[in-house]
C-alpha cells in the first residue's frame, strides 16, 4: 500500500479540533480535581452498569446473531471491492493484525488474574473455594474474551467496509455508514465526533491497564522501585514505539509488528505450557470450554436480578462495555485491511479466530495463575490484596522456571502488544479525522503522529487517580452512546444489502463468480 500521495490527504477541521478540544476538556479536570472525578466517574458506572446494563446484554446476542446471519445468509459471497478484488494482506498477516490491534495488553493483564478475581467472588452466589467456584473462575474469562465480545467489537466493521469499498463512499468511517439515509452532515460529523472519543476512552483503559503491569515486570527485572516516574517512562516509550509504527503505515509498520508480536505470543504460551503444569493446563481448559458451550446462552443474559449481587454488572456488563468502547477502531481497522474479503470471511474472523487465540491465552496463562492459586507455595489472592494486579502478574512470571529469561520475553511482548494496538488506534483517529481517503491512500503521516501522542498525554491523566475502578468507568461512559449508533448503522447497512446486492436472494445461491461463469458459458 502506497504511503506518498500525489494530492496530500486532508483533516476534516471541524471533527479534528472538536476532537483535541473534548479531549482537552475531560483530562485537564480529571489531573486538576482527581478525588472529584474519581466520585463521578464511579458514580456513572455504577447508574449505567446497574439500570441499563441489560441493554448491553442485549445487544451482545443481537451482535452474535448478525455475524451467524453474515456466515451463513444469502449475502455471505459479496466480496469487498467487487468480485475481482484482491485481498491486500496475506490470511495469516490479516488475522494478526485484527487480534493484536483488537486486545492489546487487556489480554495479558485479564488473562492472568482474572480467575484470581473469581476465585475470590465467584459468580452465581457460590461459596468462596467450593469446588463449582474454581470450575467456574476457569472458564469465566474464556467467556469474557470469547465470540460474543468479538462480535461486539466490531459489529461496526462490516457496515463501514461496506459503504466504503462498495457504496464508495469518500471518508472511512461510522459516519459515512448513515451516507444515503441522513442527509445532514452535522449528524454525521457529530457521530464520528462521538467515536472519536470513544476510541480515546478506550486508549486509556488499555495504557492504564497495561502501564503499571510493564512497569512492575521490568521492576522485578532490574531491581528498580515502581514509581509514577516509571510508568510515565513506559508511556514514553510506547508513544515513541507507536509514533515509528504509525508512521510507516500499515504494511511497514502495523503489519510486521503484528506478525512478530504474535510468533512473540506463541512462543511465551508455548514456554508456560511447557515448563509449567501442562496436564493441568490442558484438562482445565478443555474443561472450560465444556462449561461454556452448555451455559452460554445463560452467561450471556445473566443479571442476577434476584440475587442483587452485582456481579454480572461489576464484570459481565463493564467487559462488554469496554469491548464495545473499542468498536470504533477494531471496526475502522478491520474495514481498511478486509478489502478483497467477503463478508463471510470477516465474520469468521471475528466469531473464530479471534475468540480462538484469546480462549488459548486464557487457557494457558489463566490455567497456571490458577494452579498457583491452587497449589503454590503463596496465595495469588494473598499477593493481590497485598502488592496489588500488576505485582502479583509480575511475580507468576518470576515464579516459572526460566523465571529469568520468561520475563524480558514478557516484557518484549507486552511492549509490542499495546504498541500494535494503539497504533492501530492513531492509525484510526487519523483515518475518521480525514476529510476524504482514497482506497489506495493513507492518512497523513503528521496526522497518526499527532493522536499518538494525544493517546499518551490522555493516559498519562488518567494515571493520576489510580485504580481499576475509573478506567472500568471510563470504558462504560464512552460505550453507552454506541449501542444507538449501532443500531442504525446495522439497520441501514441491511437495508443497503437489499437495495444494492439484488443477485444474492437465497442462501442456496452459488456466489457470484460461479454465476457469472454459467451465463458466459449459456451466451456462448
Not at 475481482?84 to 489480554?107: H, Q, R, Y
Not at 454480572?312 to 469496554?322: L, V
Not at 511475580?395 to 500494535?420: E, H, R
Not at 497504533?423 to 487519523?430: E, I, P, Q, R
Request: charge should be neutral; charged fraction near 10%; aromatic fraction near 14%.
Amino acid at each position: 500500500m502506497s504511503n506518498t500521495t500525489d494530492k496530500p490527504v486532508q483533516i476534516e477541521p471541524v471533527l479534528f479540533f472538536s476532537a483535541l478540544v473534548v479531549t482537552l476538556i475531560t483530562c485537564i479536570p480529571i489531573v486538576m480535581f482527581q478525588d472529584k472525578a474519581l466520585v463521578v466517574l464511579t458514580t456513572i458506572r455504577k447508574y449505567i452498569t446497574g439500570n441499563l446494563g441489560w441493554t448491553f446484554m442485549l445487544f451482545a446476542v443481537a451482535a452474535v446473531i448478525f455475524f451467524l446471519w453474515l456466515i451463513f445468509g444469502p449475502y455471505r459471497h459479496v466480496r469487498l471491492g467487487g468480485q475481482d478484488a484482491k485481498p491486500e494482506f496475506g490470511n495469516i498477516s490479516w488475522v494478526a493484525m485484527l487480534f493484536c490491534c483488537g486486545i492489546g495488553t487487556g489480554l495479558i493483564y485479564w488473562s492472568f488474574i482474572e480467575p484470581i478475581y473469581y476465585m475470590q467472588g465467584p459468580p452465581f452466589g457460590l461459596e468462596v473455594g467450593s469446588k463449582a467456584a474454581k470450575e467456574w473462575a476457569a472458564c469465566y474469562g474464556i467467556f469474557h474474551w470469547g465470540f460474543v465480545p468479538w462480535a461486539l467489537t466490531a459489529v461496526f466493521g462490516v457496515p463501514i467496509a461496506y459503504s466504503y469499498y462498495q457504496r464508495k463512499t469518500k471518508r472511512l468511517s461510522i459516519g459515512a455508514a448513515f451516507e444515503g439515509h441522513v442527509k445532514s452532515p452535522g449528524f454525521k460529523l457529530f457521530v464520528d465526533l462521538l467515536i472519536m472519543f470513544a476510541i480515546l476512552g478506550n486508549v486509556v483503559t488499555v495504557l492504564g491497564l497495561g502501564t503499571p503491569m510493564l512497569s512492575a515486570t521490568i521492576a522485578k527485572f532490574t531491581g528498580v522501585e515502581t514509581s509514577l516516574t516509571l510508568d510515565i517512562i513506559v508511556v514514553g516509550i510506547w508513544t515513541i514505539m507507536f509514533c515509528c509504527s504509525c508512521y510507516f503505515g500499515l504494511d511497514k509498520g502495523i503489519k510486521r509488528l503484528s506478525n512478530f508480536n504474535l510468533v512473540l505470543a506463541f512462543i511465551l504460551m508455548t514456554a508456560v505450557l511447557l515448563v509449567g503444569p501442562t496436564s493441568w493446563i490442558l484438562n482445565t481448559f478443555v474443561n472450560s470450554l465444556g462449561m461454556i458451550f452448555d451455559n452460554v446462552i445463560r452467561m450471556s443474559m445473566w443479571t442476577d436480578t434476584a440475587g442483587e449481587s452485582g456481579w454480572p454488572q461489576g464484570w459481565t456488563i463493564f467487559f462488554w462495555a469496554w469491548w464495545l468502547g473499542a468498536s470504533p477502531f477494531v471496526s475502522v481497522f478491520l474495514a481498511k485491511i478486509s478489502k478483497g474479503r467477503t463478508l463471510r470471511e470477516m465474520a469468521v474472523a471475528v466469531l473464530v479466530w479471534g475468540p480462538l487465540g484469546c480462549a488459548v491465552f486464557f487457557g494457558v496463562f489463566g490455567g497456571y495463575s490458577l494452579y498457583i492459586e491452587l497449589n503454590g507455595a503463596e496465595s495469588m489472592t494473598a499477593m493481590m490484596a497485598a502488592s496489588g494486579p500488576a505485582k502479583t502478574i509480575a511475580s507468576l512470571i518470576a515464579a516459572l522456571p526460566l523465571g529469568q529469561i520468561m520475563l524480558p520475553l514478557f516484557i518484549m511482548l507486552m511492549f509490542i502488544f499495546c504498541a500494535t494496538t494503539l497504533d492501530s488506534a492513531s492509525y484510526v483517529l487519523a483515518t475518521v479525522s480525514t476529510k476524504e481517503l482514497p482506497m489506495d491512500k493513507e492518512p497523513a503521516r503528521w496526522n497518526r503522529m499527532f493522536w499518538s501522542v494525544v493517546n499518551g498525554v490522555a493516559a498519562i491523566s488518567l494515571m493520576f487517580i489510580g485504580g481499576l475502578k475509573p478506567l472500568q468507568a471510563v470504558a462504560v461512559l464512552t460505550s453507552f452512546p454506541l449501542l444507538f449508533i449501532m443500531l442504525g448503522a446495522g439497520y441501514f447497512f441491511i437495508k443497503d444489502l437489499h437495495r444494492y446486492e439484488t443477485r444474492c436472494v437465497s442462501a442456496l445461491q452459488p456466489p457470484p463468480e460461479v454465476l457469472e461463469e454459467v451465463e458466459a458459458k449459456q451466451a456462448a
